[in-house]
């Protein structure tokens, strides 16, 4: 499609319950990237794909979370026993990779709000 | 490490009037590209201005302007003749050249802008 497709845009979990976070990005782009985007606006990179395959995953906390881009299936970002800390907003986004331009913006959907009680 | 600064929290202008946020970054890098995102209250991140590194030319998207300054480390967004529809939080975002497009985005903690009519 032609934006970035997340679902679904509110999920309430209790606490030590599990969590799953899908993405769509836009077709043709080949990478993918999570942040979290915390109650004071903070944005915290959490990973990055390049295709199916991990780009960069230095910011993902690895002992609860964990994500997935395989192909022709959604992109997944999965948390086990979410904590409150886990509350955020959980924005997803994609972008073209170009040999001649590598000036790509990344292009965000509409994020997942994550509320753990 | 690069990091990204807003020093203002919060800033407001009149409609119509001109009003500038402030963004200063830190990097030891040569070539990288900076990005203004806008997020409204649907909280949908969108992309406002960029600039790559070596253009000394400042970008400019009909009111929206910026003065990128290298040697200082300072890249401030313009925005003239204010509109309501301005009212949002704007980050002020950095991205590696290293990699190409995949490179992560680091954000600054965001301005809040008020627009009186």
């Known amino acids: 499609g032609e934006e970035v497709a997340q679902t679904p845009k509110h999920l309430v979990r209790g606490e030590g319950q599990k969590a799953k976070l899908y993405c769509a990005p836009i077709k043709g782009h080949s990478y993918v990237f999570w942040y979290q985007q915390v109650l004071k606006n903070e944005f915290k990179f959490l990973i990055s794909f390049q295709n199916e395959n991990v780009f960069d995953e230095t910011g993902m906390p690895k002992e609860r979370f964990s994500a997935k881009c395989l192909p022709n299936s959604p992109c997944s970002l999965e948390i086990q026993a979410t904590k409150l800390e886990d509350s955020a907003v959980y924005f997803c986004a994609s972008s073209l990779w170009s040999a001649r331009f590598s000036n790509q913006p990344q292009h965000f959907g509409d994020g997942t709000r994550l509320s753990i009680l | 490490a690069q990091t990204v600064t807003q020093s203002q929290p919060e800033m407001s202008v009149q409609e119509a009037e001109t009003v500038t946020l402030s963004c200063t970054y830190d990097?030891?890098?040569?070539?990288?590209?900076l990005f203004w995102y806008k997020q409204p209250p649907s909280r949908q991140m969108i992309l406002v201005i960029r600039q790559e590194a070596y253009k000394q030319q400042n970008a400019t998207e009909n009111r929206f302007s910026v003065n990128f300054q290298k040697a200082a480390k300072s890249f401030s967004l313009k925005i003239s003749d204010s509109q309501l529809g301005d009212a949002a939080m704007y980050f002020c975002?950095?991205?590696?050249?290293?990699?190409?497009?995949?490179?992560?985005?680091?954000f600054g903690e965001g301005t809040q802008l008020t627009v009186n009519p």
């Open positions: 990097t030891s890098e040569s070539d990288y590209y």
């Open positions: 975002a950095y991205r590696s050249a290293v990699e190409t497009s995949g490179s992560r985005l680091t």
